[in-house]
């Protein structure tokens, strides 16, 4: 690898959440990879070009464990981000065991229960954030504090199994499993929830229903080596890679549309459109600077470029969804485009396993608020707006008015 001086840093600054474009037009023009600094201060490859992110997302050359796991750099400090360790081998069969077990949650079946219900929540915060702004004397109501942010959990305890009495408290523990802070907060809220985890299994054993928990108390009752500690690394799983993501894309989904009044004209003229609105927020709005994270198995060469064994290999989803080569006009907003093959969701053994569930409350939300809310407009303007300080991007404030 080249030498520090040479590198850029992660995450790149940039003046708004909206502006990242320019930069990964440089560096795809520039080079196949380019030699970065992870926030953690390792050093790792970049990739941005679209063909190059499909192909490696699709490589069993490259494995999210590091070949020796004391080396592996780190993607980001952050507390949610130690990734898995151990050989490839042991990876390859985890990682089949996982999807195994969480297969059955997401069946067309389930996915249309939760459809239903995902309905009844989102009317229900727009019910209520409707009341707000009727009684707010500047009629702007928070749109990321009001359904972006509590939705998606919402649906992941419907997912999971967790009783509705139980939302807040499931809530605030996976508030407090993602907090930053080095006062071993985490580790407690993820030592509760696993107290709590066990619990609900015991009192669900005896009438096991359509949901993760009654599906791995079903695992359990065949498998022997299936513990509670894998129950709960499983359902925090789901929860990490399931919450922040559809948040931040409900975030600037809404972000996409307010800044481009004719592309909300059109979805509120005609919701018919909202399934190819979404994938243009997912194309466009796909997860953060960062990208993802992989492993070099054995030496390869990417464009020319010799990647050896063992370095970390940081596939950028966002810069590749906007390379011209795959994508005409890349940075216009258009659902009417033909290409439908993002990589918002991943490519390859390691697709979003969530997908159908993301895509229903995505098209549920957009359809809900332009039927109800069609004048809805920003209240501040979108350069102002904070930026969430998660790896998968997104805005912490969302205020709008109608
Ligand atoms: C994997 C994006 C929603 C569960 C992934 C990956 C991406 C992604 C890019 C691939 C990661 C990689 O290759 O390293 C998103 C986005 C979402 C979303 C943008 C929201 C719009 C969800 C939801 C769930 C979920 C709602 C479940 C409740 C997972 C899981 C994986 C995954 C378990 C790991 C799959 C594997 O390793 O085989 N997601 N996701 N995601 N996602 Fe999602």
New binding site residues.
């Given amino acids: 690898m080249s030498t520090a001086a040479e590198r850029l840093q992660l995450p790149f600054e940039r003046p708004n959440i909206l502006d990242i474009a320019p930069l990964y037009e440089v560096l795809r023009r520039a080079a196949p990879v380019t030699p970065v600094t992870t926030p953690a201060g390792d050093p790792a490859w970049l990739v941005t070009r679209y063909d190059e992110v499909r192909a490696l997302?699709g490589d069993k050359r490259l494995g999210?464990s590091h070949p020796e796991p004391e080396r592996a750099s780190r993607i980001t400090t952050a507390a949610v981000q130690d990734g898995p360790t151990g050989s490839y081998e042991t990876e390859e069969a985890d990682?089949a065991r996982?999807?195994r077990l969480?297969t059955p949650?997401?069946s067309a079946k389930r996915m249309r229960m939760l459809s239903d219900h995902v309905q009844e929540l989102v009317d229900g915060y727009l019910d209520r954030l409707i009341a707000e702004h009727d009684a707010a004397p500047d009629g702007v109501v928070d749109l990321h504090a009001g359904l972006a942010f509590p939705l998606?959990v919402a649906?992941?305890c419907r997912?999971l199994g967790v009783p509705e009495s139980d939302r807040e408290l499931f809530h605030s523990l996976s508030e407090r499993m993602a907090s930053p802070s080095a006062d071993g907060e985490a580790h407690r809220a993820r030592e509760e929830f696993s107290r709590y985890m066990a619990g609900l299994a015991e009192a669900k054993r005896g009438a096991l229903g359509e949901d993760v928990i009654s599906d791995l108390v079903r695992a359990q009752s065949t498998d022997e080596t299936f513990d509670y500690a894998e129950m709960v690394r499983?359902c925090v799983?789901?929860?990490f890679?399931?919450?922040e993501?559809?948040v931040?894309?409900?975030g600037l989904g809404v972000l996409f549309l307010m800044t481009r009044p004719e592309q909300w004209a059109a979805l509120t003229a005609d919701t018919g459109r909202v399934d190819a609105t979404v994938e243009e927020i997912?194309r466009l709005?796909?997860?953060g600077d960062l990208g993802?994270?992989?492993y070099a198995h054995t030496d390869l060469d990417v464009g020319g470029v010799e990647i050896r064994a063992g370095d970390a290999v940081i596939?950028s989803?966002n810069a590749a969804n906007r390379d011209e080569s795959a994508y005409a006009d890349a940075e216009t907003f258009d659902p009417d485009r033909a290409e439908r093959t993002h990589?918002?969701?991943?490519?390859?053994?390691?697709?979003?396993?969530?997908?159908s569930?993301?895509?229903t409350?995505?098209r549920i939300v957009f359809a809900t608020l332009a039927r109800r809310l069609p004048g809805m407009r920003l209240a501040e303007d979108a350069d102002e707006l904070p930026v969430r300080p998660t790896i998968?991007g997104g805005v912490s404030e969302l205020p709008v008015t109608w």
């Fill in positions: 997302l999210r990682h996982m999807r969480l949650a997401f998606p649906v992941i997912l499983l799983g789901l929860l890679a399931g919450h993501t559809t931040n894309r409900i997912m709005g796909a997860p993802l994270l992989r596939l989803v990589l918002g969701f991943g490519h390859g053994a390691h697709f979003c396993i969530g997908a569930l993301a895509r409350e995505l998968t």
